[in-house]
T-cell receptor
Framework: QKEVEQDPGPLSVPEGAIVSLNCTYS??????FMWYRQYSRKGPELLMY????GNKEDGRFTAQVDKSSKYISLFIRDSQPSDSATYLC???????????????FGQGTRLTINP | NAGVTQTPKFQVLKTGQSMTLQCAQD?????MSWYRQDPGMGLRLIHY???????DQGEVPNGYNVSRSTTEDFPLRLLSAAPSQTSVYFC????????????FGQGTRLTVV
């Protein structure tokens, strides 16, 4: 069983729709929860990160963490064609050397926003 | 500010050949790491480093070597390329601890034939 599960999609929605992206995880040791956005043939870039359960909002994006259910979500309001990308959830927990934390990624969800 | 720079962007190797993927960052980050990205698998950690002279294995280290002689550079060596190493490779760097943002390079697309 993978530590982090994410539906790879693809997901296609019309412009202006609300998008919901989700990940589940099995390891309760995860401490930080992140969403990365990856445009085609580019490297991932951090979109949002959160530490505790609850919601965190940044413009049209809302990250939600439910530690009791081991479930995280990313909501995109008023979606735009420029939001078309692959979205990867990522979680970190302490690793072995000098307290380094290891990032564990979901498979990524490919999202297309249609004009 | 260049950020994280990977070279080359594309490479085709024959089975058994060796090569080095280069990674350099100009942000004075302590942490650097290498990931491979395969369809349906997400990003998987190959090796990482917490500073010059200190490296450790990630979850898929077999067939790869790393060293870190300077803060800026973290090359990844393929010892004897195999078709299973066909992938997109990303280098990332960050400040102390992964709870801070990891900055990724543009990736190297490697095909082993």
């Amino acid at each position: 069983q993978k530590e982090v599960e994410q539906d790879p999609g693809p997901l296609s929605v019309p412009e202006g729709a609300i998008v919901s992206l989700n990940c589940t995880y099995s390891n309760s040791a995860f401490q930080y929860f992140m969403w990365y956005r990856q445009y085609s043939r580019k490297g991932p870039e951090l979109l949002m990160y959160t530490y505790s359960s609850g919601n965190k909002e940044d413009g049209r994006f809302t990250a939600q963490v439910d530690k009791s259910s081991k479930y995280i979500s990313l909501f995109i309001r008023d979606s735009q064609p420029s939001d078309s990308a692959t979205y990867l959830c990522a979680m970190s927990r302490e690793y072995l050397i000098q307290g380094a934390q290891k990032l564990v990624f979901g498979q990524g969800t490919r999202l297309t926003i249609n004009p | 500010n260049a950020g994280v720079t990977q070279t080359p962007k594309f490479q085709v190797l024959k089975t058994g050949q060796s090569m080095t993927l280069q990674c350099a960052q100009d942000m004075n980050h302590e942490y650097m790491s290498w990931y491979r990205q395969d369809p349906g698998m997400g990003l998987r950690l190959i090796h990482y480093s917490v500073g010059a002279g200190i490296t450790d294995q990630g979850e898929v280290p077999n067939g790869y070597n790393v060293s870190r002689s300077t803060t800026e550079d973290f090359p990844l060596r393929l010892l004897s390329a195999a078709p299973s190493q066909t992938s997109v490779y990303f280098c990332a760097s960050s400040y102390w601890g992964w709870s801070t943002e990891a900055f990724f390079g543009q990736g190297t697309r490697l095909t082993v034939v």
